[in-house]
């Protein structure tokens, strides 16, 4: 059975930073991208980082980019999510999502998310 588990949310002050991780099975993570998504109360879900199989492509929205950053270590089958200068719009859950044919495309396994909390 796939799995895919999210972990290293939590309350953090504003500007501050977190560090997320995704670890997922070996067939779900070795051969595809992997993504971060996040969803607030009340909208819809979206998405904040993804990044190739190899690792040597990676995509931020405008809305992130040069503060969060999205790794992979391939030995460890995890990816990690470096969030820096957080504001409380970044309040949310954040899913990982894995499976990706591309950094582009959806994939068919999602975590059970972690909370992430920006407030003073």
């Known amino acids: 059975q796939e799995q895919v588990v999210e972990s290293g949310g939590g309350l953090v002050q504003p500007g501050g930073s977190l560090r997320l991780s995704c670890v997922a099975s070996?067939?779900?993570?070795?051969?595809?991208?992997i993504a971060w998504y996040r969803q607030a109360p009340g909208k819809e879900r979206e998405l904040v980082a993804a990044?190739?199989?190899?690792?040597?492509?990676?995509y931020y929205p405008e809305r992130v980019k040069g503060r969060f950053t999205i790794s992979r270590d391939n030995a460890k089958n995890t990816v990690y999510l470096q969030m820096m200068s957080l504001q409380p719009e970044d309040t949310a859950v954040y899913y990982c999502?894995?499976?990706?044919?591309?950094?582009?495309?959806?994939?068919?396994?999602w975590g059970q998310g972690t909370q992430v909390t920006v407030s003073s």
């Open positions: 070996g067939s779900v993570f070795r051969f595809y991208a």
């Open positions: 990044i190739s199989r190899g690792g040597n492509s990676v």
């Open positions: 999502n894995a499976g990706r044919s591309s950094i582009w495309d959806s994939g068919n396994y």
